[in-house]
């Protein structure tokens, strides 16, 4: 059975960093493309950030430079390391991934960024 745990979430001022991880568990987790995704208080979830298999990355431009997508395959766990978060970056992050034709999201972790 496929899971997605994230973690890491919390409250963060403006400026401040937060490192989210997602624990995977139920497939071969070195093989699969992650991918990080958001869903802001009434917006539409949008795409984040994506890691693939064979180590390449992209980003959404409203996080380019300022948020970086890793792995641990030891660890089955993907990361989200946000840098100099912004209010805007507020929203419940998820991560997904895809397996045997069937898309996995996680439940998700709380970011708010408020002073």
């Known amino acids: 059975q496929v899971q997605l745990v994230e973690s890491g979430g919390g409250l963060v001022q403006p400026g401040e960093s937060l490192r989210l991880s997602c624990t995977a568990s139920?497939?071969?987790?070195?093989?699969?493309?992650m991918v990080w995704y958001r869903q802001a208080p009434g917006k539409q979830r949008e795409w984040v950030a994506t890691l693939a298999t064979e180590g390449s990355t992209a980003y959404a431009d409203s996080v380019k430079g300022r948020f970086t997508t890793s792995r641990d395959n030891a660890r089955n766990t993907v990361y989200l390391q946000m840098n100099s978060l912004k209010p805007d970056d507020t929203a419940v992050y998820y991560c997904?991934?895809?397996?045997?034709?069937?898309?996995?999201w996680g439940q998700g972790t709380q970011v708010i960024v408020s002073s």
């Open positions: 139920g497939f071969t987790f070195s093989i699969n493309t």
């Open positions: 997904k991934t895809n397996w045997r034709f069937r898309d996995y």
